[in-house]
């Protein structure tokens, strides 16, 4: 909405429903402690003088409203006003809608390129797990090989134990990476990316209920019977969804850019444990 119709909106609202909210609420809170004040002569008083304090700010948010209500000639300028914005608002934000539209269904597509991904990356943790499971048969079958050596104190078997338990060191640390690691793309996250998509979509039927909002208050700035609490009603609706397009637009890139760094990280992050397993040596006699 326009920066001068919200504050002309601001002025016409603020005080005067200040005056009516405080006084009504003081006036109840007076009237309410005279009909317990039989027994109390102070609190008699001091139960008029809240009702009348607060019956007087009433008034005078009454009388004040009536006042800054705007009149015909800046009604009727306001109207144009906002009538002229309209005019490049009301376009902008159809194609804006669209546009959401358009990326909303891009990453729905991508949904099952994700989801194998995921599959894949799944299947690339499994035979990790087969690999390591094999190393550690393969270094129990050599410690059983060297027993002999290795249950000697010679200086060879000495060196054999230093070189067995530095073997297993490694691999338990490789275990340990390995599940973290297959932590880190779960289907969880594929789950959280459906859920979003979902929320987004709603999100965006309510912005089609927007394209109905602007037309309406199209038609109230043309109208010469329209009031002032027409259009601010209006105004309102429009604000609402002219802010929902924002936050639509911002969970669309986030949700963008967030799957997009996962996926990336998940494939670093395997990379860089093959390449860890390459040079972990554990079988090598």
Same mark, same amino acid.
């Given at each position: 909405m326009d920066s001068k119709a919200k504050d002309e909106i601001k002025k016409y609202l603020s005080f005067p429903m200040v005056l009516i909210g405080s006084g009504s609420f003081v006036g109840v809170i007076g009237w309410l402690?005279?009909?317990?004040? #039989?027994?109390?002569?102070?609190?008699?008083?001091?139960? $008029?003088?809240?009702?009348?304090?607060?019956? $007087?700010?009433?008034?005078c948010g009454l009388m004040s409203l009536e006042r800054t209500a705007p009149s015909p000639t800046k009604l009727r300028n306001l109207k144009f006003e906002i009538s002229k914005n309209l005019k490049i608002q009301y376009p902008s934000y159809i194609l804006k809608v669209e546009k959401l539209k358009q990326k909303h269904q891009e990453l729905h597509g991508?949904?099952?390129?994700?989801? /194998?991904?995921?599959?894949?990356?799944? !299947?690339?943790?499994r035979n990790l797990r087969s690999m390591l499971r094999d190393l550690e048969k393969q270094l129990q079958e050599n410690l059983r090989n060297h027993a002999p050596i290795i249950d000697n104190d010679s200086a060879d078997g000495?060196?054999?134990?230093?070189?067995?338990? *530095?073997?297993?060191?490694?691999?338990?640390?490789? /275990?340990?990476?390995? *599940?973290?690691?297959?932590?880190?793309?779960?289907? #969880?996250?594929?789950?959280q990316y459906r859920v979003e998509l979902i929320h987004i979509n709603g999100g965006l039927a309510q912005l089609d209920q927007g394209i109905k909002y602007y037309r309406e208050l199209m038609i109230l700035c043309n109208r010469s019977d329209t009031n002032y609490d027409n259009i601010n009603n209006a105004k309102q609706k429009v604000d609402k969804v002219d802010n929902l397009i924002?936050?639509?637009? !911002?969970?669309?890139?986030?949700?963008?850019?967030e799957?997009?760094?996962?996926?990336?990280?998940?494939? $670093?992050?395997?990379?860089?444990? !093959?390449?860890?397993?390459?040079?972990?040596?554990?079988?090598?006699e």
């Open positions: 402690g005279l009909a317990q004040a #039989a027994e109390s002569i102070l609190f008699f008083v001091g139960s $008029m003088l809240l009702s009348f304090s607060g019956s $007087m700010a009433t008034l991508k949904f099952p390129e994700f989801r /194998n991904f995921c599959d894949e990356f799944k !299947k690339d943790i000495i060196a054999k134990k230093i070189l067995w338990s *530095e073997k297993q060191i490694q691999l338990t640390e490789l /275990n340990e990476a390995l *599940e973290k690691l297959s932590g880190f793309f779960t289907g #969880a996250n594929l789950e924002i936050l639509q637009e !911002k969970r669309l890139q986030e949700l963008e850019i799957i997009d760094t996962k996926c990336e990280e998940a494939k $670093m992050e395997l990379s860089l444990f !093959k390449q860890q397993l390459d040079d972990s040596q554990i079988d090598s």
